[in-house]
């Protein structure tokens, strides 16, 4: 029978595949290629950045849950998903749409900010009902306590993936005190979400 965690794990897999489904549907719509025609040097090392930055939060991580074994997949994976991730974000529009949702009278606006309420609820309360809790027993922080354990990893891993937000940002001179503080906002709130709904048991085989 499906389980709760079952359904936050499928959520979050649909979800991802879902977010590269919509970037290569809008890469084809939009074709937006200024930024890479004026920036083809910037717009690889940006792709690069953000795919090693995803692969080394994967590394890290199969340290601290324990799994030193999975460190190569995990960064093989992460590196494609989030190089093919910032290619398809880049090709789509993604920065220039993003300045037009800034904009109060913006279209994209109400319905981007209904969809994220949306699938956050969904999460948010899947999360609540599962509280799947960290397994460091294994890990490089194996004799701190779990709550210290899981903060030290969390902000370890957004700092990581905050560094290659922010590479991208400077490249698009958007680099600023509040978008850095959204990044990391994002991805510590993505890294709770996962943990306490599941998906790293998951991942790293940890029940």
């Keep these: 029978m499906a389980t709760?965690?079952?359904?936050?794990?499928?959520?979050?897999?649909?979800?991802?595949?879902?977010?590269?489904?919509?970037f290569v549907i809008f890469s084809f719509i939009n074709g937006y290629k200024e930024y890479v025609e004026k920036n083809p040097r910037k717009f690889m090392s940006?792709?690069?950045?953000?795919?090693?930055?995803?692969?080394?939060?994967?590394?890290?991580?199969?340290?601290?849950?324990?799994?030193?074994?999975?460190?190569m997949n995990h960064a093989f994976v992460?590196?494609?998903?989030?190089?093919?991730?910032?290619?398809?974000?880049?090709?789509?529009?993604?920065?220039?749409?993003?300045?037009?949702?800034?904009?109060?009278?913006?279209?994209?606006?109400?319905p981007l900010a209904i969809t994220a309420a949306v699938i956050l609820g969904i999460l948010s309360i899947l999360v609540i009902y599962n509280h799947d809790m960290p397994d460091f027993s294994k890990g490089i922080f194996a004799n701190e306590s779990t709550v210290a354990a899981f903060i030290m990893e969390a902000i370890l891993t957004t700092l990581i993936f905050t560094l290659g937000e922010s590479v991208v940002a400077f490249n698009h001179k958007e680099l600023t005190l509040p978008f850095v503080l959204e990044t990391m906002a994002i991805y510590g709130g993505g890294h709770i979400m996962l943990q306490f709904g599941g998906f790293y048991a998951y991942l790293y085989n940890h029940t």
């Design 46 to 71: 940006d792709a690069v950045i953000v795919g090693v930055t995803g692969a080394l939060a994967g590394i890290f991580m199969c340290y601290t849950r324990g799994r030193p074994d999975l460190w």
């Design 78 to 110: 992460a590196m494609l998903f989030f190089f093919f991730y910032h290619v398809t974000r880049e090709f789509s529009g993604y920065f220039k749409i993003k300045e037009d949702v800034a904009n109060s009278d913006s279209k994209f606006k109400k």
């Design 4 to 22: 709760a965690k079952d359904a936050f794990i499928k959520t979050v897999m649909g979800g991802k595949l879902l977010l590269l489904f919509m």
